[in-house]
């Protein structure tokens, strides 16, 4: 009966294991944001590779309502008061800012988070053509205005709210 019974209880487990993961495969990486020097924003950045690109996926609170650049920067550190220390826009093949949706843009340029009257924002993402290697151990950075996504090189975003530092799960 004990056998049985074992036999039982280890599928079940495998089961929450796997739940654990995200059950979604592929490599995974996240970004834990901390509100810049007299700021509210926060939250969480999660990347999974999949085929072509990686997913994000966004979750940030503390932010006034509308929308928000958002990117990825050259650098993993968040140490300034104002996260200048991210530097620009992960940029390897050096093209203009863009629209990562339509056209040429960096490979840091990431659809405008959009914030609701709560400050809270959520975005689900693919960014095509990115690897998840590229990204990890770089900065992620919200900003206070939105991207026009014409501005050279930074979309005119206005001052850093939230800085994370991308890291392998």
Avoid: W
């Amino acid at each position: 009966m004990k056998k049985m019974l074992f036999l039982i209880q280890l599928p079940l487990v495998v089961l929450v294991a796997g739940c654990a993961t995200g059950g979604g495969g592929g490599p995974a990486a996240e970004a834990v944001l901390q509100p810049t020097q007299g700021n509210a924003a926060a939250g969480t950045v999660s990347y999974r590779q999949r085929p072509g690109g990686v997913q994000v996926t966004a979750e940030v609170s503390g932010l006034t309502p509308g929308a928000h650049g958002f990117h990825i920067h050259e650098k993993g550190d968040c140490s300034a008061p104002d996260a200048t220390s991210a530097g620009g826009h992960f940029n390897p093949a050096g093209k203009p800012h863009g629209d990562p949706l339509h056209g040429e843009h960096h490979a840091g340029d990431m659809p405008q988070l959009e914030a609701g009257a709560d400050g809270r924002a959520k975005l689900v993402a693919d960014l095509a053509g990115v690897t998840l290697d590229s990204i990890v151990g770089r900065g992620v950075i919200v900003h206070a205005a939105p991207d026009d996504y014409k501005t050279q090189p930074t979309g005119n975003s206005g001052a850093r709210v939230a800085c994370g530092v991308i890291r392998a799960k």
